[in-house]
Structure formats: structure tokens, C-alpha cells
């Protein structure tokens, strides 16, 4: 999943200076979304192929609006467009100015950061969880129990991953986890 999301930024992370229009960056963004599809495995849980699917989706109107914001080339579009292989598409990354990396990396970023994998729990539902695992574990009188609820808040930790980004959603979750570990740890040293 990561490797195509990857080869779908590189591809479209190409570009100089140039007047490339809405409908050029559509078509050199869309062949090379076509080359990371192909590369999806073959097999694969079919939710996580819908994700996969969806984060391309998002990844792609994303680098289509960067591409025509930033006016890219021609010659990146051309690169794109006639794309066959991953190695070419890292050929066209490197046509990328720093300026233009950054822009695209960051819209593909904020794009793609609310799409959840199968499994993800919304971010108010994931702080309660952690909320009420904290209480259970400073209500724990001793460590078998410690281990119990350490084990289901690891579970809440993984369904919980993308609420994690923001900086204000972050430091509630850092402040309910330090205040477990604290208990955690007066449960464990025993």
C-alpha cells in the first residue's frame, strides 16, 4: 500500500516551471495513477483495496490541483504521460524542484491523512476509549490486571493511528498515555 501511495507521489512530484492546464496535469497524473493500480497486489483484502483505491483517488486530485497551481511542464507532463515502469516515474520526480516536492508532498499529505484503514475507529470514539482505558488501568490493584488493559489499549493505539495527526488531537492522547503509564508502571514495579 505504502509503494503505490509512494510511486503516486513521486509520479506526480514532477515538474518546472511551465503552464501546464487542469486537463494536461488530469491525463500525465492519471497514466501514472494507472502504472501504481497496476501494482496493487493481487489477492489483497478487498477493504484494503478500497482504501487503496480511495488514498489514489485523494492522492490524485491532490497532485492534479498542485500540478495545474504550480504550472508544471510539458516536459514533466510528456513524462507522466509516457511512463511505463516505476523506474520511469522516479525519472520524472526528478525533473521536481524542491518548491514544487515540498507542495506536492504536503497536498497528498492532507489528503490522504483522514482516510482510514479497515479497523480505524473515529478520533472523539478512539479519545474516549483511551479515556476509559486509563481509568481502568489506575483502577487495576495489581499488574496481571496492568497487563490485561495494556494489551486492549495497544489495541486502541492501532484503531487509533490516524486521529493521531493533529497537534491538539496528539497531545490529548500524550497527556491520557502518560497518565496510564504512570499507573502502568506503580502496578508493575511491585
Same mark, same amino acid.
Request: aromatic residues 2%; proline residues 2%.
Given at each position: ?89 522516479? =525519472? ?36 474516549? =476509549? ?59 514495579? =511491585?
Amino acid at each position: 500500500m505504502r509503494t503505490q501511495l509512494a510511486l503516486l507521489v513521486i509520479l506526480a512530484a514532477c515538474g518546472s516551471k511551465g503552464g501546464a492546464s487542469s486537463g494536461d496535469c488530469a491525463d500525465g497524473v492519471g497514466h501514472a495513477r494507472a502504472i501504481s493500480e497496476s501494482k496493487m497486489p493481487a489477492g489483497a483484502d478487498p477493504k484494503m483495496l478500497d482504501r487503496m483505491k480511495e488514498m489514489m483517488a485523494a492522492a490524485s486530485k491532490a497532485m492534479i490541483e498542485t500540478c495545474t497551481n504550480d504550472k508544471w511542464s510539458a516536459e514533466v507532463i510528456a513524462c507522466l504521460k509516457t511512463a511505463t515502469t516505476d523506474d520511469d516515474l522516479v =525519472k520524472c520526480q526528478k525533473m521536481l524542484t524542491p518548491e514544487q516536492q515540498t507542495a506536492v508532498q504536503k497536498a497528498v499529505s492532507a489528503a490522504t491523512s483522514s482516510i482510514k484503514a479497515p479497523g480505524q475507529i473515529e478520533g472523539g470514539d478512539a479519545l474516549a =476509549k483511551a479515556n476509559e482505558l486509563k481509568d481502568k488501568m489506575c483502577a487495576c490493584a495489581d499488574a496481571a490486571c496492568a497487563k490485561g488493559v495494556e494489551k486492549e489499549s495497544i489495541r486502541n493505539i492501532r484503531a487509533s493511528e490516524h486521529a493521531r495527526h493533529d497537534e491538539a488531537t496528539k497531545a490529548q492522547f500524550d497527556k491520557i498515555d502518560a497518565d496510564m503509564m504512570a499507573c502502568f508502571r506503580k502496578l508493575t514495579a =511491585k
